[in-house]
């Protein structure tokens, strides 16, 4: 009894490093509602005023998991925090609730479910975050409407109200900030190519679409001292997430809920396969050259957030090898007009991007193969820009003035 215990343990321990060797994101998101203090209630005869209701506040922890947070809450995705006292006779001013901490790891983003907007960024670390506040205790000088009577041992009291406290559902999201970011539809061979630049992680790689279920990182090393590529020794994250489809806007397919891990991403790497693209061998799903790919990936990514189309991007066009001559020859022709700028020409209107993608560089590979030299090296290249590449930054309002008197 007690050996299959033990066996059964070690069982879950390897299955656990070997998921965590995988390096699988398989939760990026929580929904937690909050509740934070109402305002005691204030005495109108005495002038007694309630105590404040306690906020909740989050604090960056650096130590902290994601999957923590649910551990810590005990399922229960709830966070209240107390209300202020009420003044009495005894003690006319109420004691205000003591604020409501929560650690959650580094980094992550709070959201508001109702509005979708941002509510804090997480990323100072030991830092507070306020995400919901306390209301005021009642007071005399409060409005009319908090003002109401009731019956206490036989005498009427008029007390006031205290202001109730903000009650959300928050989202928590947990976002990779890679330096590279794979991009791509279905079966274009993303995790391939993840595989040729790590052959040692285990990678799951099939000819079907959407073999990836969930975002995996790995660590290329470009270890070789002397410099392969004529630079010092280096590392890159990079992030393959499950492939994306044409109306993944319109929550078509997995949606493009995993664009989030690419908003922080440095450079995005957009893979397309040479032969074009179709998801399925049916009437509803046309079929895609790897131009009208491009272009509807690009269209994609700026329906979910204009600032990912203004990321610097390389574009891999992948399986070269499945090519004939005349193929290749028009591939390297859309790989000129993709470098120039000037592949948007020939792409119809219907599925035209409002804002081009901008591609620093276009490799034409197998990455079936293995041999990725070229796209190492264009790596090596991109690594030199990769601190000035952090976060694409808004135009302010002051700046957009300033162009337009120009
Ligand atoms: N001939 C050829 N086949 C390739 C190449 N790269 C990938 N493949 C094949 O294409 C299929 C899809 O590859 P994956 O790496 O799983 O594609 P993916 O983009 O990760 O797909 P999802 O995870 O579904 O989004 C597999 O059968 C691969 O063997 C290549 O360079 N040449
Ligand atoms: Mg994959």
């Not at 965590?20 to 939760?27: A, E, P, R, S, T």
């Not at 306390?134 to 007071?139: D, I, K, L, N, Q």
């Not at 440095?266 to 046309?286: A, R, S, T």
């Amino acid at each position: 009894m007690r050996l299959s215990l033990i066996l059964r343990e070690s069982i879950a321990q390897v299955q656990k490093l070997i998921k965590d060797d995988l390096n699988i994101l398989k939760v990026d998101k929580y929904v937690i509602n909050l509740k934070a203090g109402s305002g005691g209630s204030g005495l109108a005869r005495y002038d007694g005023v309630g105590g404040r209701g306690g906020n909740i506040y989050f604090v960056a922890k650096p130590s902290l998991a994601f999957s923590d947070i649910k551990k810590r809450l005990k399922n229960k995705m709830k966070i209240r925090a107390e209300n202020g006292e009420s003044a009495t006779k005894t003690s006319l001013i109420g004691q205000h609730a003591k604020h409501q901490l929560f650690d959650v790891p580094i980094g992550i983003e709070v959201v508001n479910r109702t509005d979708n907007t941002l509510i804090a960024r997480c990323s100072k670390p030991f830092h507070r975050y306020m995400i919901a506040r306390g209301g005021e205790g009642g007071h005399s000088k409060m409005s009319y409407k908090s003002v109401f009577e009731y019956r206490l041992q036989k005498k009427n009291w008029i007390t006031f109200r205290g202001a109730r406290g903000e009650t959300i559902d928050v989202e928590l999201h947990l976002k990779l900030r890679p330096n590279i970011g794979l991009l791509g539809f279905p079966n274009a061979g993303k995790s391939t190519l993840l595989k040729a630049l790590v052959p040692e992680k285990s990678v799951k790689i099939a000819d079907y679409a959407f073999t990836t279920v969930n975002p995996q990182v790995a660590f290329w090393k470009n270890e070789t001292d002397d410099g392969e590529f004529g630079e010092p020794a280096f590392t890159l994250s990079v992030a393959d997430l499950p492939g994306i489809i044409e109306g993944a806007s319109m929550n078509r397919g997995k949606g493009y809920k995993f664009l989030k891990h690419l908003e922080y991403a440095d450079v995005i790497v957009m893979v397309v396969d040479c032969q074009g693209f179709q998801l399925k061998n049916e009437l509803d799903c046309p079929f895609r050259t790897p131009l009208e790919s491009i272009a509807l990936l690009n269209r994609e990514v700026e329906l979910y957030n204009e600032k990912l189309a203004k990321k610097p991007v390389v574009c891999v066009l992948n399986k070269i090898d499945t090519l004939d001559s005349e193929q290749l020859t028009s591939i390297s022709k859309l790989s000129s007009a993709l470098v120039s700028g000037k592949w948007t020409d020939e792409v119809p209107d219907t599925m035209r991007p409002k804002i081009n993608m901008r591609f620093e560089h276009v490799v034409q590979l197998s990455a079936k193969s293995g041999e990725i030299k070229q796209f190492k090296k264009v790596l090596a290249l991109m690594r030199n820009h990769l601190h000035a590449l952090q976060d694409v930054k808004e135009e302010t309002e002051r700046q957009k003035k300033v162009r337009r008197f120009i």
